[in-house]
Nanobody, 120 residues
Framework: QVQLVESGGGVVQPGASLRLSCEVF????????MAWFRQGPGKQRESVAT???????EYGDFVKGRFTISKDNIANMVYLQMNSLEPGDSGIYYC??????????????WGQGTQVTVSS
């Protein structure tokens, strides 16, 4: 059974940084793409960043160079380094892992989420 466990969220002031972590249990990590999504209060869930099995990254337009997604294939971890956080970045951040390598689908695995709150 595949399980994703996120950590690293918290309450920070505008301009601060956070590093989110996601550990994948129960699946061969290196062959699937991974992603971070977020859902703010009253908003739809949106893609923050993706990283392919071979390390190619993509980011949402709102990131504007502030965030960096990375992974450690040996440790089965994916990270999201977030700098220059803004109140609009507040929300629950989720890790997503492809069930079928190379294909994003409704069957993908999701973590339980970690809360990020940016407030002065």
């Amino acid at each position: 059974q595949v399980q994703l466990v996120e950590s690293g969220g918290g309450v920070v002031q505008p301009g601060a940084s956070l590093r989110l972590s996601c550990e994948v249990f129960g699946r061969n990590f290196p062959i699937s793409d991974m992603a971070w999504f977020r859902q703010g209060p009253g908003k739809q869930r949106e893609s923050v960043a993706t990283i392919s099995y071979n390390g190619i990254t993509e980011y949402g337009d709102f990131v504007k160079g502030r965030f960096t997604i990375s992974k450690d294939n040996i440790a089965n971890m994916v990270y999201l380094q977030m700098n220059s956080l803004e109140p609009g970045d507040s929300g629950i951040y989720y890790c997503r892992f492809q069930k079928t390598p190379g294909i994003w689908s409704d069957s993908d695995f999701w973590g339980q989420g970690t809360q990020v709150t940016v407030s002065s």
